[in-house]
């Protein structure tokens, strides 16, 4: 049976990232955090509603790639550990 619930959920998700990557390529310091962090917050919120386990699992490793990257944060340690 397909899992529309999982789809939206996906889509919600793959749009914070994508608001992340933007807000990082265009050099938005603040935006790119304040994104980061709302993506964070609603990826839990989703757990606890019921996101699927590996769908969950996927977004996380994502979150957490993010969060290394955020751990130093800085404009020049940030834009230029690519």
Do not use: W
């Not at 603040?30 to 993506?39: K, V």
């Amino acid at each position: 049976m397909f899992d529309f619930f999982n789809l939206k959920e996906k889509a919600i998700l793959n749009e914070k990232v994508g608001e992340i990557e933007m807000n990082i390529s265009n050099n938005y310091k603040d935006l790119a955090r304040d994104a980061f962090d709302e993506f964070g917050t609603v990826l839990e919120q989703m757990k606890e509603n019921g996101l699927n386990g590996k769908v969950y699992n996927k977004y996380k490793k994502i979150y957490d790639e993010y969060a290394e990257k955020f751990a130093d944060y800085s404009h020049r340690g940030f834009y230029h550990s690519k």
